[in-house]
């Protein structure tokens, strides 16, 4: 079992900047591959970002591209994800994910093993 706990949501003006962080606890965190996730209301899942178990690869969704970034430490078995210029359509419960290490990042959160229980992001305009 991996347990993951998200940190470091909450209210910001659109423009604005915000850290959320991702510890894991439980198996080693450096065997699975990492990633974000959203859902806003009355939507489904969404791909935000992943980063592999060894740095060396990160896939983002097209809507965040240029404006987030995923680093990882796996000393402190923390994943980050630094979202920047954000919009009111960021807002959404955020997800922190994990997978066993494959082939390759995957955007399909079918193929991730274990969840967090989210932090809501809410950016006004």
């Known amino acids: 079992q991996v347990q993951l706990v998200e940190s470091g949501g909450g209210l910001v003006q659109a423009g604005g900047s915000l850290r959320l962080s991702c510890v894991a606890s439980g198996r080693t965190f450096s065997d699975y591959d990492m990633g974000w996730f959203r859902q806003a209301p009355g939507k489904e899942r969404e791909f935000v970002a992943a980063i592999s178990w060894n740095v060396g690869r990160t896939l983002f969704a097209d809507s965040v591209k240029g404006r987030f970034t995923i680093s990882r430490d796996n000393a402190k078995n923390t994943v980050l994800l630094q979202m920047n210029s954000l919009k009111p359509a960021d807002t959404a419960v955020y997800y922190c994910?994990?997978?066993?290490?494959?082939?390759?990042?995957?955007?399909?959160?079918?193929?991730?093993?274990?969840w967090g229980q989210g932090t809501q992001v809410t950016v006004s305009s």
């Open positions: 994910a994990a997978d066993r290490v494959g082939w390759a990042l995957t955007p399909h959160a079918g193929e991730y093993d274990y």
